[in-house]
């Protein structure tokens, strides 16, 4: 049972560039989540979706799309990377929102010069 | 948006008890998590409190005061493997949204 697997776990980009951070769940949950975490900040949610086809903002949303094209899988796109947006990227998942603990993946650290 | 308060380094002994403290504000809240994060891992669900008092899971307990919007997590016979970020969130509903927001964590270095 793998739970949470981001791809790629590091990746240095150059201003400008687009990538896409790939992130699947193998536990049927229905929400899922992106987040970054940057030294002293905690972690700050960027999008979620509540389901297949859904997507809703977070907190941090400017820069970054995403798309739930499956259930299983939750992409997050840089269209145009900026050095603003070096860190440590944290997909989640969870069987429902409250009370269900979210399980996180492994983390993909992105350095954007 | 919502902010969460915690201290951001505590210091104990090992075989000791230590809490870690945890204000919130209160407009759409509705639950409050705890989470561990070693250096370069992922987090780790803890407990979670949606109604006032604590929520004993082995050597981790977790207290919520809905009325004082404060939470504390407990770590009692405290081993070494516990040295760790912790970070309170809390749950946030409204207008059809929802938001979990992280605490920016609580370093906790436990020595011989």
């Known amino acids: 049972n793998a739970g949470v697997t981001q791809t790629p776990k590091f990746r240095v980009l150059k201003t400008g560039q687009s990538m896409t951070l790939l992130c699947a769940q193998d536990?049927?949950?229905?929400?899922m989540y992106w987040y970054r975490q940057d030294p002293g900040m905690g972690l700050r949610l960027i999008h979620y979706?509540?389901?297949?086809?859904?997507?809703a903002k977070g907190e941090v949303p400017d820069g970054y799309n995403v798309s739930r094209l499956k259930k299983q899988n939750f992409l997050l796109g840089l269209e145009s990377a900026a050095p603003s947006q070096t860190s440590v990227y944290f997909c989640?998942?969870?069987?429902?929102?409250?009370?269900?603990?979210?399980?996180f993946g492994d983390g993909t650290r992105l350095s954007i010069l | 948006g919502q902010s969460l308060e915690q201290p951001s380094e505590v210091t104990a002994v090992e075989g000791a008890i230590v809490q870690i403290n945890c204000t919130y504000q209160?407009?759409?809240?509705?639950?409050l998590s705890w989470y561990q994060q070693h250096d370069g891992g992922a987090p780790t669900f803890l407990s979670y409190?949606?109604?006032?008092g604590l929520e004993e899971t082995g050597r981790f307990s977790s207290f919520l005061s809905r009325s004082d919007s404060y939470g504390y997590l407990l770590l009692q016979e405290l081993q070494m493997k516990d040295s760790a970020s912790y970070f309170c969130?809390?749950?946030?509903?409204?207008?059809?949204?929802?938001?979990?927001?992280f605490g920016k964590g609580t370093k906790l270095s436990v020595i011989p």
């Open positions: 536990m049927n949950h229905e929400y």
């Open positions: 989640a998942s969870s069987y429902s929102i409250g009370n269900q603990p979210q399980h």
């Open positions: 979706s509540v389901g297949e086809g859904t997507t």
């Open positions: 969130a809390a749950s946030y509903s409204g207008a059809g949204s929802y938001q979990l927001t």
């Open positions: 209160t407009s759409g809240f509705y639950g």
């Open positions: 409190n949606a109604l006032d």
